[in-house]
């Protein structure tokens, strides 16, 4: 048996002999906004750190900003004089980029499996729930779902245009759902499919979505969560850099327009034991049920993690398919948790509350700590959409008083960290107080 060490050198030697003009490899990571960190690295010291020389970088590039400033959380950042905190490479992840101009390579970093991982690193996050439920014989399957938006390459005073219609040469300012707005966008979507393939991800169905310049890309299931995490994450940075390479703009960003519906990021989860039986679908479903009650039950209090920013917020309650409560129903797609129709070895829950860009590690880290509470509570319900449409549970619909109901929870504290959670919430608290410092010519016309 192969120890990591030799694999992951194996793995870039074998790399380099495939692709000898890479010259440099991206070593990156996410940070708690969703925002890739790293280095550059020269491929022959790539070789050296698979080898097992040491990978450090500051411990506290984790907690930048959405802008990329630090703030002071606690003791760190300013307190703790900027330590530095090792990493290790993620085998299987290095990976040739396509939409750069010059050849270059990527390659996943990260904290957990380290002597010391950094409890608020969200890769670490996630590990620490993934190895919990493996403990107790549960199993994940997971798929994600990403909605987003082409807009035209360049602003218009700071403000997003319409993508241009290749064929045409006019703005694609027409929302539908037609699958003519595939082929005029074939281009780009297909080097976009393409180029996540090539990066190891399983792209499945692409649908062109309701609002102008929208569409939604799908990923094969997966029994390993952290892998299925890791798509969704490096799907956003190749689908941006594709974008550019074709003159466009690609952004994930929740609620772009205030007349169109927002981009989500859904995901599907199915749980199985050990010998291959799906939990959720035993003794008539009831394991179904418990799982939705916890989900519905935390719901409320991890709004920080599925609405990152004071935009994701603008997108719930609008017309289309964007819940103001915590609500569950079958097949039905104005629910936060969604039950499609399938067969028992294939139920699963659909999350669909989370926004475009949230943090796909802590997004899931969430739901699954949802659905181990449920399963542990067993408590019932709320009645479904499909019964009473009014069904459901109040959550906060601002980040302040969302981070309020996040800090104190104490199952989060318990199953996600009590020292995360502390991190996090201040960390989106002093974000969103630092986008608050700015008037707008608005405020100028209606106060001045």
């Given at each position: 048996?192969?120890?990591p060490?030799?694999?992951?050198?194996?793995?870039?030697?074998?790399?380099?002999?495939?692709?000898p003009?890479?010259?440099?490899?991206?070593?990156?990571a996410?940070?708690?906004?969703?925002?890739?960190?790293?280095?550059?690295?020269?491929?022959e010291?790539?070789?050296?750190?698979?080898?097992?020389?040491p990978?450090?970088?500051?411990q506290?590039?984790?907690?930048?900003?959405?802008?990329?400033?630090?703030?002071?959380?606690?003791?760190?950042?300013?307190?703790?004089g900027?330590?530095d905190?090792?990493?290790?490479?993620?085998?299987?992840?290095?990976?040739?980029v396509?939409?750069?101009?010059?050849?270059?390579?990527?390659?996943?970093?990260?904290?957990?499996?380290t002597?010391?991982?950094?409890?608020f690193e969200?890769?670490?996050?996630?590990?620490?729930?993934?190895?919990?439920?493996?403990?107790?014989?549960i199993?994940?399957?997971?798929a994600?779902?990403?909605?987003?938006?082409?807009?035209?390459?360049?602003?218009?005073?700071?403000?997003?245009?319409?993508?241009?219609?290749?064929?045409?040469?006019?703005?694609?300012?027409?929302?539908?759902?037609?699958?003519e707005?595939?082929?005029?966008?074939?281009?780009?979507?297909?080097d976009?499919?393409?180029t996540?393939?090539?990066?190891?991800?399983?792209i499945?169905?692409?649908?062109?979505?309701?609002?102008?310049?929208?569409?939604?890309?799908?990923?094969?299931?997966?029994?390993?969560?952290?892998?299925?995490?890791?798509?969704?994450?490096?799907?956003c940075?190749?689908?941006?850099?594709v974008?550019?390479?074709?003159?466009?703009?690609?952004?994930?960003?929740?609620?772009?327009?205030?007349?169109?519906?927002?981009?989500?990021?859904?995901?599907?989860?199915?749980?199985?034991?050990?010998?291959?039986?799906?939990?959720?679908?035993?003794?008539?479903?009831?394991?179904?049920?418990?799982?939705?009650?916890?989900c519905?039950?935390?719901?409320?209090?991890?709004?920080?993690?599925?609405?990152?920013?004071?935009?994701?917020?603008?997108?719930l309650?609008?017309?289309?398919n964007?819940?103001?409560?915590?609500?569950?129903?079958?097949?039905?797609?104005?629910?936060?948790?969604?039950i499609p129709?399938?067969?028992?070895?294939?139920?699963?829950?659909?999350?669909?509350?989370?926004?475009?860009d949230?943090?796909?590690y802590?997004?899931l880290?969430?739901?699954?700590?949802?659905?181990?509470?449920?399963l542990?509570?067993q408590?019932?319900?709320?009645?479904p959409?499909?019964?009473?449409?009014?069904?459901?549970?109040?959550?906060?619909?601002?980040m302040?008083?969302?981070?309020r109901?996040?800090?104190?929870?104490?199952?989060?504290?318990?199953k996600?960290?009590?020292?995360?959670?502390?991190v996090?919430?201040?960390?989106?608290r002093?974000?969103?107080l630092?986008?608050?410092?700015?008037?707008?010519?608005?405020?100028?016309r209606w106060?001045?």
């Open positions: 048996m192969k120890s060490a030799s694999t992951l050198l194996a793995e870039v030697r074998t790399f380099r002999q495939n692709h003009d890479v010259r440099y490899v991206d070593l990156i996410l940070d708690i906004p969703g925002h890739f960190y790293g280095k550059r690295y020269p491929i010291m790539l070789e050296k750190v698979a080898a097992g020389s990978l450090k970088l500051p506290n590039a984790v907690l930048l900003g959405v802008q990329g400033g630090l703030f002071k959380i606690g003791d760190y950042c300013f307190n703790d900027d330590p905190a090792n990493r290790r490479l993620v085998p299987g992840t290095l990976k040739p396509s939409w750069e101009s010059q050849p270059l390579g990527q390659m996943l970093i990260t904290s957990d499996g002597e010391a991982p950094i409890p969200p890769r670490e996050v996630l590990a620490k729930v993934l190895e919990r439920l493996q403990h107790k014989g199993h994940p399957v997971v994600f779902e990403l909605e987003f938006y082409l807009f035209d390459k360049k602003l218009d005073q700071g403000l997003p245009q319409f993508a241009r219609d290749p064929l045409s040469d006019d703005a694609d300012d027409q929302p539908n759902l037609h699958i707005r595939l082929s005029r966008f074939s281009a780009v979507l297909d976009m499919a393409q996540a393939k090539d990066q190891g991800i399983d499945t169905v692409i649908t062109a979505e309701i609002g102008p310049g929208q569409f939604e890309i799908n990923f094969g299931h997966l029994d390993d969560g952290m892998r299925a995490a890791d798509w969704a994450a490096l799907f940075r190749s689908t941006r850099g974008a550019l390479k074709h003159g466009y703009r690609a952004s994930f960003m929740a609620k772009p327009y205030l007349q169109f519906p927002g981009s989500g990021m859904h995901v599907h989860v199915s749980l199985y034991d050990a010998a291959g039986n799906n939990l959720l679908a035993a003794h008539q479903q009831q394991p179904l049920r418990h799982a939705v009650a916890g519905l039950e935390l719901l409320p209090h991890c709004m920080p993690i599925f609405s990152p920013n004071h935009n994701a917020f603008r997108r309650g609008a017309a289309v964007a819940a103001t409560r915590a609500s569950w129903g079958f097949e039905d797609r104005d629910a936060c948790l969604r129709e399938s067969d028992p070895r294939n139920l699963r829950i659909e999350h669909r509350l989370a926004s475009a949230a943090n796909p802590l997004v880290a969430a739901i699954l700590v949802g659905l181990e509470h449920g542990e509570a408590r019932e319900p709320s009645a959409l499909n019964q009473d449409r009014s069904s459901g549970t109040d959550f906060p619909l601002e302040l008083e969302a981070v109901a996040m800090q104190h929870q104490a199952v989060l504290r318990d996600l960290g009590a020292e995360f959670v502390d996090y919430c201040e960390n989106k002093q974000d969103h630092a986008f608050q410092q700015e008037i707008n010519a608005r405020e100028y106060f001045l």
